[in-house]
């Protein structure tokens, strides 16, 4: 006899459903740690059925990942183990149970799956495709979180230093860290013109290539700034636990990208051959797809990167809204950064961008079909194990 053993995974806890091919269901719960997993064992070893198993469970969050090792470590095969996609799972509940919604109807609905429905497997990586796709997304996450010390920053001087980010082009560079740090604005605009150019040209060894004329802008900004008066200390103590922590982040973004790249040059992918595709967006992107052997056609890989426009119908009227965003985020926000850059640096990219710009389509618009474009590309380099060809654009 077979059996089918649905299982809804949680933080805390998971319910399960074991079906059997008569249709008799026995539905119970077990806890997400050591003493559930065994509850688990025991209860298929009575059944005499842990060989005689289809287990299937949602490839959603990562709750998923602490049951799925269990299992095979107790020796289950990886094909009795069905990750399932949630939207398929999600799709199969909305046309049999009319919209009911519940840890036990999830989990049998997923048992009810197994045994009638038509499902395609989700797979986990790799023990180094987990690493670099786990390093990858913890880089994606720092920099974003970069991109908000740095707004935080520019909000705090806005009011107490509005001229200070006006007098330098690049306003996180490191010369303008190393300023701030050293220096509160007060404490700049009580220094002399000669005084605040030796301090520039001694700071760490930086700012040589600051310009005189630069110095002496920043010199009578500070003079003239027309900052809050109130509320500094206040300011201050922010301004320093801002700058520290995008220090902080800065060097733990480095440091990852010195071990992802370590990760990535194991697997010798000509992905890196590609324009626009660097060390880091390289590595994220073949960190998110794994196994490109799981996608039969270029369309299922921009569909799986959430890049495929979503199509709106109403009544006689069909139109085109902006891509679906389904699917992994971080897979979609590499390939777009990587045919921003291509769009830059190679000419076919670069023309085929040009060409929606002047059809009168925005900025983003033309990105996005170029990250489209890109996709496909991606897809041939990686399917057929080839080095890029600008005559795939």
């Given at each position: 006899?077979?059996y089918?053993?649905?299982i809804d995974v ?6 399960l ?6 249709g008799?269901?026995t ?17 298929l070893?009575?059944l005499n ?7 299937g ?5 990562h709750?998923?990942?602490?049951l ?10 990886s094909?009795q183990?069905?990750?399932?996609n ?12 009319r919209?009911?919604k ?7 609905r997923?048992a ?6 038509e ?5 986990v ?6 690493n ?8 994606a996450?720092l920099?974003?979180n970069i991109?908000?010390?740095k707004?935080?920053i520019i ?25 701030l740090n ?9 220094l002399?013109?000669?005084?605040l150019t030796?301090?520039?040209?001694n700071?760490?060894?930086r700012?040589?290539?600051i310009?005189q004329k ?9 003079r003239?700034?027309?900052g809050i008066?109130f509320g500094?200390?206040?300011f201050k103590?922010?301004?320093d ?33 590609i ?13 998110e797809?794994?196994n ?9 890989l921009i569909?799986?990167?959430?890049l495929d426009?979503?199509?709106k ?6 139109g085109?809204t902006?891509i679906?965003k389904r699917?992994?985020k971080?897979l979609r926000n590499?390939i777009?950064?990587?045919?921003m850059?291509?769009?830059r ?6 023309k085929f961008y040009?060409?929606r710009r002047?059809?009168g ?5 033309s ?10 590309v991606?897809y041939?380099v ?5 080095e890029?060809?600008s005559?795939?654009?």
């Amino acid at each position: 006899m077979l059996y089918y053993l649905g299982i809804d995974v949680g933080k805390f806890s998971h319910s399960l459903c074991l079906l059997t091919e008569a249709g008799k269901k026995t539905i119970f719960q077990i806890n997400n740690n050591r003493e559930g997993f065994e509850k688990l064992r025991i209860k298929l070893s009575e059944l005499n059925c842990d060989k005689n198993i289809l287990v299937g469970m949602e490839a959603t969050g990562h709750y998923f990942l602490n049951l799925y090792d269990w299992l095979l470590q107790c020796g289950f095969d990886s094909e009795q183990i069905a990750l399932l996609n949630p939207l398929q799972v999600k799709s199969f509940r909305n046309t049999n149970l009319r919209g009911a919604k519940s840890d036990n109807v999830d989990s049998e609905r997923i048992a009810v799956l197994l045994k009638f429905g038509e499902f395609k497997r989700c797979n986990v990586a790799t023990d180094e495709m987990m690493n670099l796709r786990e390093l990858t997304r913890l880089r994606a996450d720092l920099v974003a979180n970069i991109g908000d010390l740095k707004r935080k920053i520019i909000s705090v001087m806005d009011r107490v230093f509005p001229e200070f980010m006006t007098v330098f082009s690049n306003r996180f560079g490191k010369t303008v860290m190393s300023l701030l740090n050293s220096y509160t604005p007060e404490e700049m605009a009580e220094l002399s013109l000669e005084k605040l150019t030796d301090v520039i040209k001694n700071l760490s060894g930086r700012g040589r290539g600051i310009s005189q004329k630069k110095i002496q802008a920043l010199h009578e900004a500070s003079r003239n700034s027309i900052g809050i008066t109130f509320g500094r200390q206040a300011f201050k103590i922010e301004l320093d636990i801002l700058l520290t922590r995008l220090k902080v982040f800065k060097e733990q973004v480095e440091k990852l990208e010195n071990e992802i790249q370590l990760i990535a040059e194991k697997f010798d992918s000509k992905i890196f051959t590609i324009p626009g595709i660097g060390a880091t967006t390289g590595a994220a992107i073949l960190s998110e797809i794994g196994n490109i052997q799981n996608f039969s056609l270029a369309v299922k890989l921009i569909a799986f990167a959430g890049l495929d426009p979503k199509l709106k119908e109403s009544g006689k009227y069909q139109g085109r809204t902006p891509i679906s965003k389904r699917g992994s985020k971080y897979l979609r926000n590499a390939i777009w950064y990587s045919a921003m850059v291509a769009c830059r640096v190679d000419d076919k990219f670069k023309k085929f961008y040009q060409d929606r710009r002047n059809k009168g389509k925005s900025h983003r618009y033309s990105v996005t079909a170029a990250a489209n474009k890109l996709t496909k590309v991606i897809y041939h380099v990686l399917k057929n194990k080839c080095e890029y060809d600008s005559k795939l654009v």
